[in-house]
């Protein structure tokens, strides 16, 4: 008999040996903190809360009588000026201040912990980006000689990203298109207003398309430093519609890297999500399938639960003091083609 016609839900999808379904991993701004606490130049990377302060807004913003509640709590705030005649002014200066910084953060030149997760997936699958900052985009390219890459997927806009709307073209920022060689445009950035409108912006429209659909075919997610605030109703709303369609809970693992004190906060807010005896939840990067199997984890998960034939953890990431010999490792993982 064959075993999808008596089990419930979908069993992961196989050409040959090779898995085809993607690990998707969701990124939040505790995944850029981890990553880069300081850029390059020793900027630091603004939570959404402090960004008055990272920015040298806290002036402005005491001349329009905000009180500290309220600047402390900058995602309400700006949902509550937003397209408000009186703060016209006070709003495209924060556009243009927060845009402008994301725009200069620099990644450093040692490996950082978003280099490790860029190699530690391979082509079918997904990082879901909900930062503004450059840092995951700088880490794709200049992992790209190692080839077999993810895609990289901005929900809400990248300071790193550069499109043509002419062309159709998402490229690097400050970079030229590679069919019209016009100047890229800076992606915008979609703020945090209690009800977003996506829809309007077609490159913006196509990132949630996309994140849908490869959410909707993932047979693991990992949510990564990602708090989903309440201003985030629409992507907790879109991963919820794409696991349904997925249904794949009872064997997709199911992974939160978060700080140890958000525990039962973060359990609660993912239950939907996952099946219990499939989340894991680590305070590292470190901890995950991603670091002890990269390139390779759901593959190595999936040999071990449904095929009972556990393979090697041989090849786990370690630290390495530079990119150069992340990269030369990572090339010599290639069990992602491997028939075993
Ligand atoms: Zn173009």
């Not at 050409?15 to 981890?34: Q, T």
């Not at 900052?133 to 990203?161: C, K, T, W």
């Not at 062309?167 to 800076?186: M, S």
Request: aromatic share 12%; proline share 4%.
């Amino acid at each position: 008999m064959d075993i999808k016609s008596i089990v419930s839900y979908r069993l992961p999808d196989y050409e040959g040996k090779r898995l085809k379904d993607p690990h998707v991993v969701i990124v939040g701004a505790g995944a850029s903190i981890a990553a880069c606490n300081k850029d390059k130049n020793g900027r630091a990377v603004p939570l959404l809360k402090n960004i008055h302060e990272v920015l040298g807004l806290t002036d402005e913003l005491k001349k329009y009588n905000f009180s500290e509640e309220q600047m402390a709590d900058f995602e309400k705030l700006f949902s509550d000026i937003y397209e408000k005649k009186q703060y016209k002014a006070l709003q495209k200066k924060l556009e243009y201040k927060i845009c402008e910084y994301f725009g200069k953060l620099v990644i450093p030149d040692e490996p950082t912990l978003y280099d490790y997760l860029i190699l530690s997936l391979t082509e079918k699958d997904a990082i879901i980006s909900f930062n503004w900052d450059p840092f995951l985009m700088q880490a794709y390219r200049r992992n790209m000689n190692v080839g077999n890459l993810p895609e990289l997927i901005f929900p809400h806009g990248n300071s790193g990203v550069g499109i043509c709307n002419k062309c159709r073209v998402k490229g690097y920022a400050n970079c030229i298109c590679p069919h019209c060689y016009g100047d890229l445009e800076q992606m915008p950035l979609l703020y945090p207003i209690g009800k977003k409108d996506y829809s309007g912006i077609s490159v913006i429209k196509n990132e949630w398309e996309r994140a849908k659909f490869v959410l909707s075919k993932a047979a693991g997610i990992t949510v990564y430093g990602y708090g989903a605030p309440v201003t985030d109703i629409e992507a907790v709303e879109l991963m919820k519609t794409a696991n349904n369609i997925s249904q794949m809970k009872d064997i997709a693992p199911f992974t939160i890297i978060n700080l140890a004190e958000n525990e039962k906060e973060q359990r609660e807010k993912w239950l939907d999500f996952y099946d219990v005896r499939m989340m894991m939840y680590c305070n590292s990067f470190e901890e995950t399938i991603l670091w002890r199997n990269p390139r390779v984890s759901l593959e190595t998960l999936f040999d071990a639960i449904l095929q009972q034939q556990p393979r090697s953890e041989e090849k786990s990431f370690k630290k390495f003091s530079s990119l150069g010999e992340l990269q030369e490792f990572t090339k010599t993982i290639t069990e992602f083609d491997m028939c075993i």
